[in-house]
């Protein structure tokens, strides 16, 4: 069976595998096609579409953006994007600007309690990368102030914790609209992440789609069988194509590439739509 992973960070956004190296792990990997999905950003798409075709590997240029939903933000993918696209480069430039807005409160609330951490150590030598609370999460670990990210989360960068800044999101339509508007599928992301109360995310689902959501990851690394089936089924009802993915983060997540299992007809069946 041919397979797939459309869910992968680079060093564009909060990997820590360049766009070339997440080309050469999918090969390891046996992969037949990835989707880079990087956080806020198309900047990794150029590097991974050339090291695939190098490689003979199909890569999907994708992103991962983050919507305002009642006051949350909902990730949605993006497949087959135009990372060239005006409306889209002009919404992310807002999002990586408030970003570094967030990003400098953090640093700020920080260094007022004697942690004594600079943006510029944040970007692992590359000053384009946009910059999430997982490189905070990094910097912690690195420094001796958490044991591993996912420690640095609970500690420090979770909401109600210490250093947890607000950052906002795209509005809902305006995230889906910009991403048809360049060419790309929407897809609701990892949907079991915001721990809803079926009703609550039986609405969502109901929002996204109205919003023009044309997709469901319902194949996930953190998904069992029995969740993966109950997405499965919640995009029948919906009319969305089922999609999969990691959600590989290199070294910055305990996440493989590759799994769980997402056969290639999935992607097939995503560019028929
Ligand atoms: P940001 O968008 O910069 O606020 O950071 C949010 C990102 O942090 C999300 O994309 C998650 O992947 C990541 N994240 C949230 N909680 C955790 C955690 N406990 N461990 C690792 N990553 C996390
Ligand atoms: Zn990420
Ligand atoms: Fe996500
Ligand atoms: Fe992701």
């Given amino acids: 069976m041919k397979r ?18 997440a080309v050469v792990h999918a090969k390891l990997r046996r992969l037949s096609a990835i989707a880079v999905t990087d956080h806020d950003t198309p900047a990794g798409i ?36 135009d990372p060239s696209a005006a409306s889209l480069r002009h919404l992310l430039n807002w999002v990586v600007a408030e970003r570094r807005r967030r990003n400098e409160e953090i640093c700020a609330a920080m260094r007022a309690d004697g942690i004594a951490i600079r943006l510029e150590e944040l970007d692992g030598g590359d000053p384009e990368s946009v910059i999430g609370r997982p490189h905070f999460a990094s910097w912690l670990v690195s420094h001796g102030w958490a044991s591993d990210v996912n420690d640095a989360f609970r500690r420090f960068l979770n909401r109600d914790q210490r250093y947890y800044r607000r950052r ?16 790309g ?5 990892h949907p079991l992440q915001y721990r809803y109360p079926e009703e609550e995310l039986l609405t969502l689902v109901r929002t996204l789609t109205d919003a023009g959501a044309v997709g469901m990851e319902c194949l996930y ?53």
């Fill in 4 to 21: 797939i992973d459309l869910h992968v960070h680079t060093t564009a956004s909060d990997g820590t595998f360049s766009p070339a190296e």
């Fill in 46 to 81: 150029p590097e991974a579409l050339e090291a695939g075709a190098a490689m003979g590997l199909e890569v999907i240029p994708g992103i991962e953006v983050s919507v305002d939903y009642r006051g949350k933000g909902i990730h949605i993918l993006g497949y087959f994007i």
């Fill in 168 to 183: 906002s999101y795209i509005p809902l339509r305006q995230g889906m609209d910009v991403i048809r508007d360049a060419g």
């Fill in 185 to 189: 599928k929407p897809v609701m992301a």
């Fill in 221 to 273: 690394s953190q998904y069992d069988a029995e969740q993966s089936a109950y997405l499965r089924s919640l995009a029948a009802d919906f009319g969305l194509a089922v999609t999969g993915g990691s959600d590989f983060h290199g070294a910055r997540k305990p996440i493989e590439m590759g799994i769980p299992d997402v056969p290639y007809e999935l992607l097939q069946k995503l560019k028929e739509l």
